[in-house]
Nanobody, 122 residues
Framework: QVQLVESGGGLVQAGGSLRLSCAAS????????IGWYRQAPGKQRELVAVITRGDSTNYADSVKGRFTISREYAKNTVYLQMNSLKPEDTAVYYCYANLATMTSLGYARDYWGKGTLVTVSS
């Protein structure tokens, strides 16, 4: 069974920083992509940042230049460094991974964490 466990959310003032972490555990064979989505109240879930197996990164336009995604392969962990936070960054941040398990015969599917709340006060 695969688990994605997020940590690092909290309350911060506008202009501040937070670092989110997500550790993937279980019978993981390979991770094709891992990253972060967010969902603000009353809005759809949206991509924040994702990093692929080839270390290619993709960011939402709204966070480019402020957020940085990184990955620690040995620990199956992904980080999101969030700087210059704005009130509009307030949301539940979900860890996401597209991965194959030891028993899935190479078939990859999406997995989600339970989310961590980030609140940015003005």
């Amino acid at each position: 069974q695969v688990q994605l466990v997020e940590s690092g959310g909290g309350l911060v003032q506008a202009g501040g920083s937070l670092r989110l972490s997500c550790a993937a555990s279980g019978s993981i064979f390979s991770i094709n992509a891992i990253g972060w989505y967010r969902q603000a109240p009353g809005k759809q879930r949206e991509l924040v940042a994702v990093i692929t197996r080839g270390d290619s990164t993709n960011y939402a336009d709204s966070v480019k230049g402020r957020f940085t995604i990184s990955r620690e392969y040995a620990k199956n962990t992904v980080y999101l460094q969030m700087n210059s936070l704005k009130p509009e960054d307030t949301a539940v941040y979900y860890c996401y991974a597209n991965l194959a398990t030891m028993t899935s015969l190479g078939y990859a599917r999406d997995y989600w964490g339970k989310g961590t709340l980030v609140t940015v006060s003005s």
